[in-house]
């Protein structure tokens, strides 16, 4: 049987797409499986994820970004994310 879109699991991880404030985005962030409450509940992931920047940024030595929003991955952003990417693309060129 097939798994839904967006459940998917590597190993004790589940993996999320993170797009930052600034249109970055970082894909395959892992979050322990075990911290995750249901398939639907990502709530835990973002305090995961932002304690993992903040990690990252002390060892950088850059301020952490702020998260504007995740999704896990494979799964098809919505709409807005769909707009908000493209926005962010063309303020690039």
Known sequence: MASKPG???VGEFVLFDV???DGSQRSNRRVPA???SG???DAPA???IEAQDREI???SGLPPSRIKSLRR???KPSKEEKAELKRAARGRR
């Open 7 to 9: 459940s998917r699991v």
């Open 19 to 21: 797009v930052y404030e």
């Open 34 to 36: 075990a911290e995750l």
């Open 39 to 41: 398939l639907d509940d």
């Open 46 to 48: 973002r305090a995961i």
């Open 57 to 59: 940024a002390e060892k």
């Open 73 to 75: 991955a494979g799964a």
